[in-house]
């Protein structure tokens, strides 16, 4: 009886603890696929969990912050996804790589072409992005997660520093600080590193060769003293055998 109790107090605490903790989990969120420095591009992932357990998730909206406009945003093929890229016009034309953009991608829309995202699982939607802005520190996409049962959840309170959790908050991408290249590498950095690679290789010749010289001379000392070890054997066998002969004929 003692035992039955204490496993179904057991079972009761660890079915707390799981709803307790399941709102800090089951939000629409966003990560990057390494790191999203500031100026740079990335690719950043949109997970999806399924919070209900007799409805699946069919239709998944982000929408792409307009005080940072983003020039470049292209959505990874997902399967049994079709995913809808709509753009708006900007009041203030943007400069990427030298070309004025007079509009950008504002919204990605999936749309489930079969069941979707079923209850007890969850789907990513990869999407890559850039340039990142170089004056903020995080980006806010707000989220619009639909279920087959017609039931809408909006994924758009902003979280604010130093309050609790919203109940429904929006997607935010944490952006790390600017690197020496937009492209996540510096020209610098790559030329050192290609003129430490010739010297490595340069080294590893050097060493190589040193170490053929001395394993060939190393070679010919052993075949000569090889050869003369041989030389003294034969002589040796010569010499028994005419002792024998010596003794045999007295």
């Known amino acids: ?32 696929e390494g790191t999203a420095a500031k ?48 753009k708006s016009k900007l009041d203030k034309p943007l400069d990427s790589h030298g ?33 990142l802005p170089e004056d903020t520190d995080q980006l806010v996409f707000k989220a619009i997660q639909t279920y087959s049962n017609k039931e809408v959840v909006r994924w758009i309170e902003v979280p604010q520093e130093g309050q609790e959790e ?24 790559a030329g050192d590193d290609t003129e430490a690679a010739a010297q490595d290789t340069a080294a590893d010749s050097s060493s190589s060769s040193g170490s053929g010289d001395s394993s060939d001379t190393t070679a010919r000392v052993l075949g000569t003293v090889g050869i003369v070890v041989g030389v003294a054997g034969v002589a040796y066998g010569v010499l028994a055998g005419r002792r024998r002969d010596s003794g045999a004929s007295a």
Do not use: C
Request: charged share 20%; proline share 9%; hydrophobic share 40%.
């Open 1 to 32: 009886m003692k035992a039955s109790r204490i496993a179904a107090a057991g079972a009761v605490s660890g079915i707390a603890v799981l709803a307790l903790s399941a709102p800090a989990f089951a939000h629409v969120s966003v990560q990057p």
């Open 39 to 86: 100026g740079g591009y990335a690719t950043v992932g949109f997970k999806v969990p399924n919070e209900r357990d007799n409805a699946s998730t069919t239709k998944l909206e982000i929408n792409f912050p307009t005080d940072h406009p983003l020039a470049s945003v292209m959505p990874q093929p997902v399967p049994g996804w079709k995913a809808e890229v709509t």
């Open 99 to 131: 070309k004025q953009l007079t509009e950008v991608v504002s919204k990605v829309t999936w749309t489930a072409e079969g069941k979707g995202i079923e209850p007890g699982y969850f789907q990513k939607f990869p999407v890559s992005l850039g340039a």
């Open 166 to 189: 919203p109940e429904t908050p929006a997607p935010v991408l944490e952006l790390s600080a600017a690197e020496d290249d937009a492209h996540g590498a510096s020209g610098a950095k």
